[in-house]
């Protein structure tokens, strides 16, 4: 197995908003509806922005698969790449949600654009709950369980990276420590 270079801060956080950004252009460009008639030039930015987002999550992906095959020890990359699983689950959650609105309304109280299902997909991550957006009808309910439950188990599964990133650790430290004596 080839050894792979560790990778800084500066670095992680800069892929951590290169995903962010193409996770955004990928949702707020998605054609839904496309028909080329008025505002033509606006549709073909946001088709470009789509385009875009698409291909730079592919790429992102590609990059994190490949780092991960390379060292699926480091606690960085499973970390990584379970904060892109959430970042991309919570986009394709959005536009469910958004989607749901718009092909059987009433499914939401106060969801009408792709930012307020975008807001409450992420208001539902976070287990807040303002109130100002919540499921009504059925299905709404349903998808809305489980994106829940696909939450606790992303956060869940985070928890389980971290601690054992950090009993490695510990457990490298004593035992250095030990062989130090």
């Excluded at 892109?84 to 959005?94: D, K, R, Y």
């Excluded at 992420?122 to 709404?140: C, K, S």
Aim: proline share 2%.
């Amino acid at each position: 197995m080839k050894s792979i270079a560790p990778v800084s801060g500066r670095v992680r956080g800069l892929r951590n908003l290169a995903t962010l950004v193409c996770a955004l252009l990928f949702y707020y460009g998605l054609p839904l509806g496309f028909e080329m008639g008025h505002n033509w030039a606006g549709k073909l930015i946001g088709l470009v922005a789509f385009a875009a987002g698409v291909a730079g999550l592919s790429w992102l992906t590609w990059w994190r698969v490949s780092r991960y095959m390379a060292d699926p020890q480091a606690a960085s990359g499973r970390v990584e790449g379970v904060l892109f699983a959430l970042c991309v689950a919570v986009t394709f959650f959005a536009l469910y949600y958004y989607l749901l609105e718009q092909r059987s309304p009433g499914q939401f109280d106060g969801l009408s654009t792709r930012t307020d299902a975008l807001y409450y997909t992420i208001v539902t991550l976070g287990t807040v709950g303002y109130g100002d957006v919540h499921a009504v009808g059925q299905a709404a309910r349903i998808a809305t369980m489980v994106q829940v439950v696909f939450d606790l188990v992303v956060i869940g599964t985070l928890i389980a990276v971290v601690s054992t990133s950090v009993t490695r650790r510990v457990e490298s430290a004593a035992a250095k420590s030990g062989e130090r004596d």
